[in-house]
């Protein structure tokens, strides 16, 4: 069954074998956020100030249909993972097949869903007048080509269960380049705008997924696609939901209260504004290593569950919580040190510049915080235990967050105290998942005894 570019986990040192898997997922995730800010770059450079806020002022929706897919997608991760994990061959298949026809549905749903929602969710948004149109565009092309991005995410979501995450690294870099090809060509040449933008990522998108499918398909071990075979299964569908919906729904509500989150900020003025989304840009890079760990966890703690290592499961996550925080400390040191020069490369002016500087220094003391919270989420969603992580972090990053800014904006009409909902939300994050990993009960989470 096991063939060289997988990764068995549930043998070896671990936290090579966790470094291993995590530094092409690193260097993936790397090469997304430059696909994300290429896109911004190219119409904010050859556009225009409105096309640049029509592609930013979209990523909120977007994120939430795509954070409900990459729920979905941790799901069938951990089934895959754990009947790997247990070499239970025929239940591996199955989980396989049905991964993919399962897409397939969401694929055509989410599709027809995303193109109709566009005019309510730009009117939810209170997209300014002036960007409507060009904002309305980009989505409607963007939705109409999200089945490439599914299947592609699908798809290397089946290989990073079993461990292989540089095949899923190889594409996620030849889907970047052509991204850029394709964006420079469209924008700069063709002149096609907004629409250029849109054109090239389901382009690249879609090359990715056919990619993907074609490794999977022409793939010798166990877990190939057989397409002949590809139907949905009744009871692995139960067991990817019952693991996946969880995580979905959370990811899915948490990128969309981001929307009511936006209006605190921008009650403090555009400099402001711009200051925050100089200091988002920055956050996410920060956040790679953690996620990137986060991730690594998860396969690996849904390889030893399944085959009945509870031990080595358990001290998986302390490794990964040490390497975490250590990455962590190292990542944000330098960037509070180098905070204004690191601002000033999204923009120039002085209140900007102030502005996101304050968020960046104010926030990377908490980032190891943050470190908790992902890796127990991780390692509880490889046990199979989706749905504590959900309710936890969802009461922290929505209720408590918007409880917290809807008092505080009352109270003190200081953009500090807005700003550290944020890192408070983390860190009560933290000592939640904290207390309830200690006295969670994994094994009773275990698919493949289910």
């Known amino acids: 069954m096991k063939?060289?570019?997988?990764?068995?986990?549930?043998?070896?040192?671990?936290?090579?074998?966790?470094?291993m898997f995590a530094v092409p997922l690193l260097v993936g995730n790397l090469f997304q956020q430059l696909?994300?800010?290429?896109?911004?770059?190219?119409?904010?450079?050859?556009?225009?100030?409105?096309?640049?806020?029509?592609?930013?002022?979209s990523d909120?929706?977007?994120?939430?249909?795509?954070?409900?897919?990459?729920?979905?997608?941790?799901?069938?991760?951990?089934?895959?993972?754990?009947?790997?994990?247990?070499?239970?061959?025929?239940?591996?298949?199955?989980?396989?097949?049905?991964?993919?026809?399962?897409?397939?549905?969401?694929?055509?749903?989410?599709?027809?869903?995303?193109?109709?929602?566009?005019?309510?969710?730009?009117?939810?948004?209170?997209?300014?007048?002036?960007?409507?149109?060009?904002s309305g565009k980009y989505l409607r092309i963007y939705f109409a080509g999200v089945a490439g991005l599914m299947f592609y995410n699908m798809g290397a979501g089946i290989l990073r269960a079993?461990?292989?995450?540089?095949?899923?690294?190889?594409?996620?870099?030849?889907?970047?380049?052509?991204?850029?090809?394709?964006?420079?060509?469209?924008?700069?040449?063709?002149?096609?705008?907004?629409?250029?933008?849109?054109?090239?990522?389901?382009?690249?998108?879609?090359?990715?997924a056919i990619l993907v499918l074609w490794t999977l398909t022409k793939e010798k071990a166990i877990y190939r696609i057989v397409w002949k075979e590809v139907r949905l299964h009744g009871d692995m569908i139960r067991k990817i939901m019952r693991?996946?919906?969880?995580?979905?729904?959370?990811?899915?509500?948490?990128?969309?209260?981001?929307?009511?989150?936006?209006?605190?900020?921008?009650?403090?003025?555009?400099?402001?504004?711009?200051?925050?989304?100089?200091?988002?840009?920055?956050d996410k890079f920060a956040m790679l290593p953690i996620q990137s760990v986060s991730l690594s966890v998860t396969t690996f703690v849904g390889q030893n569950l399944g085959a009945g290592n509870l031990a080595r499961a358990k001290k998986g996550s302390n490794v990964a919580l040490l390497m975490c925080v250590i990455v962590a400390i190292l990542t944000a040191t330098p960037i509070a040190v180098f905070a204004p020069p690191l601002v000033k490369m999204f923009n120039q002016d002085p209140d900007v510049v102030e502005y996101g500087t304050l968020f960046l220094r104010m926030m990377m003391p908490f980032l190891p915080s943050i470190c908790l919270n992902q890796v127990y989420a991780g390692s509880l969603r490889g046990a199979?235990?989706?749905?504590?992580?959900?309710?936890?972090?969802?009461?922290?990053?929505?209720?408590?967050?918007?409880?917290?800014?809807?008092?505080?904006?009352?109270?003190?009409?200081?953009?500090?105290?807005?700003?550290?909902?944020?890192?408070?939300?983390?860190?009560?994050?933290?000592?939640?998942?904290?207390?309830?990993y200690r006295f969670a009960k994994w094994e009773k989470h275990r698919v493949v005894v289910s």
């Not at 594409?171 to 991204?179: E, P, R």
């Not at 009461?395 to 809807?406: D, E, G, K, T, V």
């Open 162 to 208: 079993v461990g292989d995450s540089r095949r899923p690294l190889y594409f996620l870099i030849f889907s970047t380049i052509t991204n850029i090809i394709l964006d420079l060509v469209f924008v700069v040449w063709f002149h096609w705008g907004v629409a250029g933008v849109g054109y090239a990522t389901i382009l690249a998108q879609f090359l990715s």
């Open 35 to 57: 696909y994300n800010t290429v896109d911004s770059i190219v119409v904010g450079n050859y556009v225009g100030k409105e096309a640049l806020a029509a592609v930013g002022s």
């Open 60 to 134: 909120n929706a977007i994120n939430t249909i795509i954070g409900f897919f990459s729920g979905m997608a941790t799901g069938a991760g951990v089934v895959i993972s754990q009947y790997y994990g247990a070499r239970e061959e025929k239940e591996l298949s199955h989980a396989v097949q049905t991964t993919i026809a399962m897409t397939g549905v969401m694929a055509v749903l989410f599709t027809i869903l995303g193109v109709l929602m566009v005019n309510p969710l730009l009117r939810l948004m209170q997209v300014p007048e002036d960007v409507v149109p060009e």
């Open 384 to 436: 199979g235990d989706t749905r504590a992580p959900m309710v936890i972090m969802m009461s922290c990053f929505i209720f408590f967050r918007q409880i917290y800014l809807f008092i505080i904006s009352r109270v003190a009409n200081s953009i500090t105290w807005v700003a550290l909902g944020y890192p408070f939300g983390w860190a009560l994050c933290s000592i939640c998942l904290f207390l309830y």
């Open 3 to 19: 063939f060289k570019r997988d990764m068995s986990m549930t043998e070896g040192v671990i936290w090579k074998q966790l470094l």
């Open 243 to 282: 693991i996946g919906f969880p995580a979905a729904f959370q990811m899915a509500i948490v990128s969309f209260s981001n929307v009511f989150v936006q209006a605190y900020i921008n009650h403090f003025g555009s400099a402001c504004m711009a200051g925050w989304s100089s200091y988002g840009k920055i």
